[in-house]
């Protein structure tokens, strides 16, 4: 059996920009302090929760205590809700990702988990805000860990007790940045490119590459060569 592991932020849902600017806001509040960036490229560990640490030592000199992240962590979701309702338009999938999603569901010989590193309450609302059901998928978040290596490792763990399966034959990571294509690799999985930002790795790194999921086709043949021995 293989399995298909997904990220979220610019992969399932076009969540990215706004994500940044809340996670800044969010913390820049808890910290009482100026403005806040919470770009991933300026972050050891690109998670919610690793960003929040970084930031808040950066600021302060010294570790974040666990109460300043969950003020953080629930800053950000009244955040996410208030921005929702104000303007919920800008909420919404990659395209295809929900046709994609249904797609694997039904694919043969083949689990699909989703590796993010998003918190899980953040995770789940912006699905859902996009309109994305993944119900009854393994799920692994920044509340889990703040290392995206250790995220992954525990999606797949999680999964294999899910499909009740010893050992994955093939494991395919589908991601947005940089970073995803990185872990992918540091943990020998397969990788497939979503989006502009990991366009430009094709050449130095011959990753397979789709700009979205609209081709659904090219992207499930993507898939199949990835999962090939």
């Known amino acids: 059996m293989n399995l298909i592991m997904l990220d979220i932020d610019g992969t399932l849902t076009q969540s990215y920009e706004y994500d940044e600017e809340i996670f800044g806001l969010a913390i820049a509040e808890v910290l009482g302090s100026g403005p806040v960036s919470a770009d991933l490229n300026g972050y050891v560990d690109k998670t919610s929760t690793g960003v929040t640490r970084e930031a808040i030592r950066r600021a302060t000199g010294i570790h974040?205590?666990?109460?300043?992240?969950?003020?953080?962590?629930?800053?950000?979701?009244?955040?996410?809700e208030r921005l929702y309702e104000e303007t919920p338009g800008i909420f919404s999938e990659?395209?295809?990702?929900?046709?994609?999603?249904?797609?694997?569901r039904r694919l043969k010989g083949a689990g699909v988990a989703i590796a993010t590193g998003c918190w899980r309450n953040e995770a789940l609302f912006k699905l859902q805000a996009s309109g994305l059901n993944v119900d009854g998928i393994t799920i692994a978040t920044s509340d889990d860990d703040w290392n995206r290596t250790r995220i992954m490792q525990l999606a797949a763990e999680r999964a294999?007790?899910?499909?009740?399966?010893?050992?994955?034959?093939?494991?395919?990571?589908?991601?947005?940045?940089?970073?995803?294509?990185?872990e992918a690799h540091a943990?020998?999985?397969?990788?497939?490119g979503i989006g502009p930002r990991v366009k430009a790795l094709?050449?130095?790194?011959?990753?397979?590459?789709?700009?979205?999921?609209?081709?659904?086709e090219m992207v499930l043949g993507s898939v199949a060569i990835a999962l090939e021995p």
């Open 202 to 216: 094709q050449t130095s790194q011959a990753i397979h590459w789709h700009p979205d999921f609209l081709d659904l």
């Open 160 to 182: 294999r007790n899910a499909y009740d399966c010893g050992k994955f034959e093939q494991i395919v990571y589908i991601g947005d940045g940089p970073w995803d294509l990185q």
């Open 94 to 104: 990659v395209p295809g990702a929900g046709v994609f999603l249904g797609r694997l």
């Open 187 to 192: 943990l020998g999985y397969r990788f497939i």
């Open 64 to 80: 974040a205590r666990i109460e300043q992240i969950d003020e953080v962590k629930k800053n950000v979701q009244r955040r996410l």
